[in-house]
């Protein structure tokens, strides 16, 4: 088994030794996903954009296997006050975009951001990369198994409003789910959990992969939740 230990050091890699086995069905849609099943917005062809990495970290909290999101701060240029993954762009000192820098970088954000120890921490998976329109971000989703537990919290709070962990079975509640409705006409997913609303790109690939590990339940596509246009 190799655990990522150190975001500056040794080699950062992925492994699949271990996992529990709740994870299977999120391992096998790793493997199977397509781009395209996944967004509409693929990275350009020219090699055009910033390229980026988020964290999809699964944990096993009081009520089940769960999720570690954070809230950007409100006073933020963009995106303000709107959940996601831990993540960012890569620095020169993550390594190679397309070789291990983006599991470096979705790591070291992580750590920035929520204070969360990387060497408790497997990395599993790597999704296909997907681009974010508004941003020009190409995005890499790295996965990874919070084998070891640590705490974390607010490093930053003028990059982060709260650092909060959100159970699968909440996520998959369709009580908790609608369609974000903006202004512009766009359309997508949504999540009402933890006192946040979930919508975008953290949405959208929180959405895919209950739909592809099969833990998806049939959720009312017609309830919309409007966004104005600072969102």
Request: glycine content about 12%; charged content about 20%; hydrophobic content about 40%.
């Amino acid at each position: 088994m190799t655990r990522a230990s150190d975001t500056q050091g040794g080699p950062v890699t992925l492994s699949k030794d271990g996992l529990p086995g709740w994870l299977d069905p999120v391992v096998h849609a790793v493997e199977t996903v397509r781009p395209t099943q996944l967004s509409r917005f693929l990275p350009p062809e020219d090699g055009a954009g910033r390229q980026s990495a988020v964290l999809i970290l699964f944990g096993e909290g009081a009520r089940g296997p769960e999720l570690l999101l954070m809230e950007r701060a409100h006073s933020l240029r963009s995106h303000a006050g709107q959940p996601s993954f831990p993540g960012g762009a890569l620095d020169p000192e993550d390594g190679d975009p397309r070789g291990d820098g983006p599991l470096r970088a979705a790591l070291r954000e992580a750590e920035e951001e929520t204070g969360l120890d990387p060497s408790g921490v497997q990395l599993f998976g790597v999704l296909p990369r997907l681009y974010i329109p508004v941003s020009g971000f190409v995005v890499t989703p790295v996965l990874g198994w919070w084998r070891e537990p640590t705490p974390v919290g607010v490093v930053d709070p003028n990059e982060t409003a709260r650092v909060f962990t959100v159970p699968v079975v909440d996520l998959t509640d369709p009580a908790n789910r609608a369609t974000a409705a903006h202004p512009s006409g766009h359309r997508g997913p949504a999540f009402l959990v933890e006192s946040a609303l979930v919508w975008g790109f953290t949405a959208g690939i929180i959405d895919r992969l209950l739909h592809f590990a099969g833990w998806e339940r049939p959720w009312d596509h017609d309830k919309q939740v409007p966004l104005d246009w600072r969102a």
